[in-house]
C-alpha cells in the first residue's frame, strides 16, 4: 500500500490523517501477513485464488465473496495465487456521523451494526455477490476510486453517494440471504444508542427497558427479531470491541480499560474478550498494538 492513504504501526493499519474513505484494488501472492485495522473494511474478491483466515476460520475465496469487517477484527490472506481484492476501507467516524442514519434502514443497518454482532460472526459478516451485483458493485467502487486524488471538502457529498451506493448493494445481497427483511423498530435503534453512549453503566435489562418505556420481554423481542441476540447481548459485544479499540490505541493499564467499558471484575473481562477475539486482552495488546509490538519483536 505505498500510495495509499493508509500507514501500518506494528501490525495495526490506520487512516493517514483526513482520510475517511478509500478504495483500491489489491493483488496478494502468496500472503498478505496477519493485522487489524483502525477502520471498517468491506473487502471484494474480483479475481484470483486465496484463502482468507480469521477467528471464524479458513475460507477458500471466490469471485464475488464479500466480507465486512469491524474495526479491530484480525485477519489475513494465505495461500494466494494472484487473489485480487477490491478493498472499501472507511472510518469509524464516518459511520457515527455521516451515516448514523444507516442504522434505521434495515438493510444497511444489519450489514454495519447488527448482523457483524449477531450469532458467532465476532465483528464480522460475510457474503456472495452474484456476477450482476458484482459488477453493479465493483462500478461503485470505480466512482469512489475516481476522488481518490480530490479534496474531501469539496466532494464529501459524492464520496458518500458512492460509498452508501456500495453498501447498499452488498446489504441488499446480506439481506437475501440471511432473510432479514424486518423494519428496525425505533427502541432497538433508541436501546444501541443508549448503550453504546454509556457502556461503562451497569446496564440491566430492566434498567433499559425501564428507558425506553417497555417491559422487558417485550424489549428482548424487538431486539432478537432485529439482531438475533438480546440486548445485553449486544452490549457485551460492543464493549468487547471498544476495549480492543482502547488496547490497540491507547497505554492504558488492562484492568482499567476493562473498567471504562463497564467490566470491573477482570476475570469476567478476560473470559469475554478471549471468547469474542480468541486472544486474551494481553496477547492481543502484545500482537497488534503499534508501541508493545515494536517493543516485543526488537
Known sequence: MTD?????????????????????????ERSHPLHTHSFFELAL??????????????????TGDAILLRPGVWHEYVECDALEVYN??????????????????????????????????????????????????????????????QPIGRHRGEVIGWLSLFLSCV?????????RREVTHPAVVDAMRMMEADPAREWTLTDLAGELHLAPGYLVRLFKSVTGVPPMAYLSRHRVELAADRLLHTDLPINRIGESVGWPDQNYFARRFKSHYGLSASAYRQRFNARTSSLFYR
Open 4 to 28: 495509499e492513504p493508509v500507514t501500518t504501526r506494528g501490525t495495526v493499519l490506520h487512516f493517514v490523517e483526513g482520510t475517511v474513505v478509500h478504495a483500491g484494488p489489491h493483488v496478494h
Open 88 to 149: 472499501c476501507c472507511f472510518s469509524a467516524e464516518l459511520v457515527r456521523r455521516e451515516l448514523a442514519w444507516a442504522r434505521e434502514d434495515p438493510l444497511l443497518g444489519y450489514l454495519l451494526w447488527t448482523g457483524p454482532f449477531s450469532a458467532q460472526r465476532r465483528g464480522m459478516l460475510a457474503t456472495h455477490l452474484d456476477p450482476e451485483t458484482l459488477a453493479e458493485a465493483v462500478g461503485h467502487l470505480d466512482g469512489l476510486r475516481q476522488l481518490r486524488d
Open 45 to 62: 474478491v474480483i479475481g484470483g485464488d486465496g484463502i482468507h483466515h480469521s477467528l471464524a476460520g479458513r475460507q477458500r475465496l471466490r
Open 171 to 179: 446489504a441488499r445481497t446480506v439481506a437475501d440471504r440471511d432473510e
